[in-house]
């Protein structure tokens, strides 16, 4: 437990750490969080539109059997949230698309059976946009109902960012998880390419897919990271010394607001006045085409991984993605395609040396604050490059942009070095967090 | 066509290309073909149990609607199996496992969706060992009933090696294409990792999972890569000259059957002799810790993917992989799955530099004849090292052991080097088939 001032909090606000060991010790009933978290659903879907399904009076009876039996382990009595692309067993999965409406898969995706596993109760189906791409689902950003809140895993950030649940399951094939972290104000984790178990999830281009974690502590991002790559929980290292932090504006910098530009480079300052050891860092030239080379390879995937759809239901598919990712996917050549993974990992190796001295990399997590219109996320590609390495990445709600909303800062580390990602990033949250 | 000479074959066991042209030239019927792939697996499906799933009339009636509307493209009027971890729309899926019996997935896989999209006929699902791993299903060795095809892609294996269909889908996460396609007498092909899309294939362990193709000439694998790939297929180029060959004989060679050893040697001088450039290859000695790796990171992640499974169907899974797979990868630290996973990447570069000379690398593709005992096939480990270094492999059938069964030698070439190992392949089976 953090300490009795969370006492104070409503249920539906506290960390998933800090309910499951109330639960642990039989302190608070799997009923009481799950009545609060479906109450502020009640009070607030109607505007957030989070959810693509949920049930409250099953939730209530799955909570309560919860309670009869005892639940127990690292996420007890946690309700949590899986973007719709997740399957699961007694929901709907419907990935954003009239064509799979009613779809209704046998069984747990690894994630989801990984999380009721360890105590976790199933709360319900957060919006996707349709098949994980742009063209959105109905949720807004809970900080303004006039904006988006990001993409794809839409619903997934917005219930966190709203209290409706501690944690919730996204994806990342672009920026999915990073994205809507940033415009929603709180934490997105992607972790390590190949971790994390994609077993019922649907593939959107499985050369750079990969889970991702929303959640409003660092504590609760390690914790559902532990759970879900099916190992006992390891509390988040504290820092022996303060962290080397290289700032990376990377080739996209020009692309980002203004705002966002300052807001970045006044924390490398606050961090090096906290004692960070902090560099600029230049990526190596070839990575300056990632992003061209992540367009190619998610369009070329993209269009063989849903040929069924292609073939059979054409035109109930959006004109955002006929035009966009499909058409780009349809007309790529293979060659083009193997450059671009020739170049992919050729730049995994490069930036292994680019990352070497240094704990994580500082570098922004989107262009700028959530734009106004619901349905217009995707704006200046920013993270595109750190998806094509495969490095586990965090998003922290450090900032506030011009018009007061959140925008988010990107922590990123070799791959593989997650746990030490995160001690570093709540390092940084500790001393930054707006 | 090859050949006028072909023409007097039973049409089952025509060639896919073959097949494609007379379709396509309006010489032949997919009634026919089909009719013919039916005939023989009603005279030998009972001995040698190739298939999960198979309805005779609903293939012919779907033939006869293929002629009806002019089937076209590069797999035109081409029946094909896929392993029943493979989903489509309207047959079930089961995953060689009672806990899934009965379910029917609402859509074509993309591999399946692609096939059909080329002109080709889905005939039925073929027999998997439960959950692709060692607990085998009922397939026999067609060359003869007492001994086992190999998996997990028995049924796969089986059905082409027997005539019963021209090409099928394999998986392959240790040497389930390869095996197999040894112990049957066929050519195996597992692609490039991450090439072709798993989308609505079953997971086993996602870091080393591909696609497997099953077939009865390298022509036919190289088109059905394309179709799976979703490009225009290209022709198996004719080599301008000899081939630089490595043979490798890697640290499992003391594990093969003394006469395979012989095989292959004699292969390395027969090849030399037709003027290829054959060279012996070392393999760099951390190569020698991927068997093991493979073993630690295929637990490892097993045991992740089928939590769904463990939580609710654990009595229903076999012992087999209750005791081997399972308890492997449940008591595994993520300490040592992440050393495994390193070890792998650093042996893929390294790798890189071992065949930087060579055009291919001869190797061994299993350790000798199928046992007899069809349930029994596992082994000493040879492939696994190629599976983890993730580059192309084809396996061709040029052996034939003490018993007079199949013995097959594989080729393996750098990643993404898939056409150029097709290349290699032929000029090899044309000189050294039995």
Same mark, same amino acid.
């Given at each position: 437990?953090?300490?009795?001032?969370?006492?104070?909090?409503?249920?539906?606000?506290?960390?998933?750490?800090?309910?499951?060991?109330?639960?642990?010790?039989?302190?608070?009933?799997?009923?009481?969080?799950?009545?609060?978290?479906?109450?502020?659903?009640?009070?607030?879907?109607?505007?957030?539109?989070?959810?693509?399904?949920?049930?409250?009076?099953?939730?209530?009876?799955?909570?309560?059997?919860?309670?009869?039996?005892?639940?127990?382990?690292?996420?007890?009595?946690?309700?949590?949230?899986?973007?719709?692309?997740?399957?699961?067993?007694?929901?709907?999965?419907?990935?954003?698309?009239?064509?799979?409406?009613?779809?209704?898969?046998?069984?747990?995706?690894?994630?989801?059976?990984?999380?009721?596993?360890?105590? &976790?109760?199933?709360?319900?189906?957060?919006?996707?946009?349709?098949?994980?791409?742009?063209?959105?689902?109905?949720?807004?950003?809970?900080?303004?109902?006039?904006?988006?809140?990001?993409?794809?895993?839409?619903?997934?950030?917005?219930?966190?960012?709203?209290?409706?649940?501690?944690?919730?399951?996204?994806?990342?094939?672009? &920026?999915?998880?990073?994205?809507?972290?940033?415009?929603?104000?709180?934490?997105?984790?992607?972790?390590?390419?190949?971790?994390?178990?994609?077993?019922?999830?649907?593939?959107?281009?499985?050369?750079?897919?990969?889970?991702?974690?929303?959640?409003?502590?660092?504590?609760?991002?390690?914790?559902?990271?532990?759970?879900?790559?099916?190992?006992?929980?390891?509390?988040?290292?504290?820092?022996?010394?303060?962290?080397?932090?290289?700032?990376?504006?990377?080739?996209?910098?020009?692309?980002?607001?203004?705002?966002?530009?300052?807001?970045?480079?006044?924390?490398?300052?606050?961090?090096?006045?906290?004692?960070?050891?902090?560099?600029?860092?230049?990526?190596?030239?070839?990575?300056?085409?990632?992003?061209?080379?992540?367009?190619?390879?998610?369009?070329?995937?993209?269009?063989?991984?849903?040929?069924?759809?292609?073939?059979?239901?054409?035109?109930?598919?959006?004109?955002?993605?006929?035009?966009?990712?499909?058409?780009?996917?349809?007309?790529?050549?293979?060659?083009?395609?193997?450059?671009?993974?020739?170049?992919?990992?050729?730049?995994?190796?490069?930036?292994?040396?680019?990352?070497?001295?240094?704990?994580?990399?500082?570098?922004?997590?989107?262009?700028?604050?959530?734009?106004?219109?619901?349905?217009?996320?995707?704006?200046?590609?920013?993270?595109?490059?750190?998806?094509?390495?495969?490095?586990?990445?965090?998003?922290?709600?450090?900032?506030?942009?011009?018009?007061?909303?959140?925008? &988010?800062?990107?922590?990123?580390?070799?791959?593989?070095?997650?746990?030490?990602?995160?001690?570093?990033?709540?390092?940084?949250?500790?001393?930054?967090?707006?």
């Amino acid at each position: 437990m953090a300490g009795s001032s969370i006492m104070t909090a409503a249920l539906n606000e506290w960390s998933a750490r800090d309910i499951a060991a109330a639960v642990n010790r039989g302190e608070l009933t799997c009923e009481a969080v799950t009545r609060a978290c479906l109450d502020r659903i009640a009070l607030r879907e109607n505007d957030v539109q989070a959810w693509a399904y949920y049930d409250r009076d099953a939730a209530i009876a799955a909570a309560q059997e919860f309670d009869r039996r005892g639940a127990a382990g690292p996420l007890a009595g946690v309700p949590f949230g899986v973007k719709d692309i997740i399957d699961s067993a007694e929901m709907p999965t419907e990935w954003g698309t009239p064509i799979h409406r009613g779809r209704r898969p046998e069984r747990d995706a690894a994630c989801v059976a990984l999380s009721r596993k360890a105590g &976790g109760l199933l709360l319900g189906k957060t919006v996707t946009t349709e098949f994980a791409n742009l063209h959105p689902g109905p949720t807004r950003n809970p900080h303004d109902l006039t904006r988006t809140p990001g993409g794809s895993s839409s619903g997934s950030a917005a219930a966190v960012a709203d209290f409706m649940v501690p944690v919730a399951i996204g994806t990342q094939t672009t &920026g999915s998880t990073t994205r809507p972290a940033s415009f929603c104000g709180i934490i997105g984790y992607r972790p390590t390419y190949g971790d994390l178990r994609l077993h019922g999830v649907m593939e959107a281009s499985g050369s750079v897919d990969t889970l991702g974690i929303l959640a409003r502590t660092v504590d609760d991002v390690a914790l559902y990271r532990d759970v879900l790559l099916g190992v006992s929980p390891v509390a988040v290292e504290t820092l022996a010394r303060p962290p080397r932090i290289g700032f990376c504006r990377t080739h996209s910098w020009d692309g980002l607001e203004a705002s966002t530009r300052d807001l970045l480079e006044d924390a490398a300052e606050n961090l090096a006045r906290c004692g960070a050891a902090v560099r600029d860092v230049e990526m190596p030239p070839e990575c300056a085409s990632l992003n061209g080379a992540h367009r190619t390879i998610t369009g070329f995937e993209f269009a063989r991984t849903f040929t069924w759809e292609i073939e059979h239901h054409w035109t109930e598919i959006s004109e955002t993605l006929r035009g966009g990712r499909l058409a780009d996917g349809l007309s790529c050549s293979p060659e083009t395609y193997y450059e671009a993974k020739a170049l992919a990992e050729h730049c995994r190796a490069a930036s292994d040396a680019m990352m070497a001295d240094y704990d994580v990399l500082l570098t922004a997590a989107a262009f700028g604050e959530a734009p106004v219109g619901w349905n217009a996320f995707a704006g200046v590609p920013v993270f595109q490059m750190w998806t094509m390495l495969h490095v586990p990445s965090i998003t922290l709600p450090l900032f506030k942009g011009p018009a007061g909303m959140p925008v &988010g800062a990107q922590l990123v580390a070799r791959r593989r070095h997650d746990r030490g990602l995160f001690a570093v990033a709540r390092w940084v949250h500790q001393r930054l967090a707006s």
